[in-house]
Each structure stands twice: as C-alpha cells, then as structure tokens.
C-alpha cells in the first residue's frame, strides 16, 4: 500500500494525524506530490517529520520552490508571498538545501505509476477542468499519474478507446477499483490546506497490487495550526480559511 500526500504546506496539526493513521497500516512507500512548505507555521518541523517517513518519491511544489529560491514567488499573492519570505527565513540551512535540490515532476514511481505537482504537462499549471485533463494526459505515460497543487481531490478516467473522459468525486473511505483499459489522473487532495469546503485534511492510499485507491478525509486540530499562523504573524486569512476548507 502506497500513501499518497500533497500540499502539506507546513501545518504540522494535519501531518501527525496523517502519521498517526499510516502507523497502524502496512505502508511501503511515502510519496510525495510537493508543496511540503509555505503557507503555515512550522516549516522546520514538517521537514523533520517529513524527512523521517524516509519518503521514496517526491517532488517539487511551487512554494517549495518559492521558500528555498529567491525570485520564485513573482506569481504569488501577497499573503503567500509574505509567508514564503517568511518561510525562507526560519528554514534550516539543510531543509533549505534539501528543497532546493527537490526533483521536479514527472517523475515514476517504479513501474506503478507517475507523480507530479501541477500538470504533468506543467509543473505549475493548474489541473481543474476535464479540458485541462485531456491535455494532461499527453503528458505522461503509463495507466496512472497522481497530480496536486489545486488542493481539490478529484479523479479524471479517460477510456481512449471509446473516446470518453469521466470526472469522479470519490466518496472518503471507500475503495475505488480502477479499470484495465482506462487511464487516470488522480489527485489526493491537500494535508494542510484543503479548499473544497471541508476542513478535513485529505489523502490517498494505493494498492498497487488490485489497482484501487481510497480518499481519506480526516479530523484535525485545524484550531492549533491557525493559532501558530496567528502568533507567527502570518497573514490571517491563512488561518481563517483552515476553519472553512477555502
Ligand atoms: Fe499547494
């Protein structure tokens, strides 16, 4: 079973339940869709947590990027921009060199799949439309390919033969079967910002072994990752919209 993880955005609140969740099942690989930093308090100790799971596959996000290297923020708005200026001051000079150094998407998962942060046509473009799928699957080979940055778990079936795409929102905690002659690109949600109305953190498990996923929607103190960006001085409707999933 592979755990599938993005946009952490250092709200550390949400990683523990997440590691509090995968202690107790078989995991045998972390992945990572980027965006481990930016936006919340606790840079330092997300990376530590981070670094710890000994994660097999990651990629970069655009603030993992915009922390570590000065002049990558030029598209970001202000409150992001302020909290990756932030970011980039607190990080260790190690976590910095780390993200820095972070490979960009896509990158394959040993024979089972393909992740990346944006479009696997495009680190940073963002994948919300079925007509931005359909694009997006010419960028990448292969059955599957996992993508975040939008924050918004969905999953997008293309049947190539009947010429059909199909947009799925898959129900938390049940187990969704893909099919043998369809591909997909599939993204798990956010950990640390969700921002389709529901607060819960999200993530995905995969049994590469049956070719089925799961959607995992869980509770979190999102009360104590706001308080920490509030006393950080961070911009604070990065804490308010943890309340909303916004
Ligand atoms: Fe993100």
Same mark, same amino acid.
């Given at each position: ?21 995968? +202690? +107790? ?18 840079? !330092? ?21 915009? $922390? ?13 921009? *302020? ?12 976590? #910095? ?47 599957? $390919? ?7 778990? @969905? @999953? ?16 938390? *905690? ?7 002659? @369809?591909?997909?690109?599939? !993204? ?8 389709? +109305? ?19 929607? #869980? ?13 950080? +001085? ?13």
């Amino acid at each position: 079973m592979d755990l599938i993880l993005s946009d952490i955005h250092s709200n550390l609140q949400a990683l523990n339940v997440v590691l509090r969740y995968a +202690r +107790r099942r078989a995991i045998q690989r972390f992945v990572l869709l980027g965006d481990v930093v930016g936006y919340g308090a606790q840079p !330092n100790q997300v990376m530590e947590k981070v670094l710890g799971m000994k994660p097999r596959f990651i990629v970069r996000g655009n603030h993992d990027r915009a $922390c570590s290297v000065r002049g990558a923020d030029q598209h970001f708005s202000l409150p992001a921009k *302020g909290a990756a200026h932030w970011t980039r001051d607190r990080l260790s000079r190690e976590n #910095l060199r780390i993200l820095r150094n972070l490979p960009a998407g896509p990158l394959a998962v040993g024979e089972d799949y393909v992740i990346s942060h944006g479009s696997p046509l495009d680190e940073d473009s963002y994948l919300l439309h079925p007509q931005d799928a359909l694009e997006a699957f010419d960028g990448f080979e292969g059955p599957l $390919c996992f993508f975040g940055h939008t924050h918004l778990p @969905c @999953c997008f079936e293309l049947d190539e033969v009947a010429q059909v795409l199909t947009p799925y929102l898959l129900e938390p *905690g049940e187990w969704f079967q893909l099919k043998k002659d @369809c591909r997909y690109l599939v !993204n798990p949600g956010s950990v640390g910002q969700p921002r389709d +109305r529901d607060p819960r953190l999200s993530f995905m498990t995969y049994d590469t072994r049956r070719k089925r996923l799961k959607l995992h929607r #869980l509770e979190y103190d999102h009360s104590g990752a706001a308080r920490e960006i509030l006393e950080a +001085r961070l911009h604070p409707n990065l804490a308010e919209r943890l309340f909303y999933g916004i």
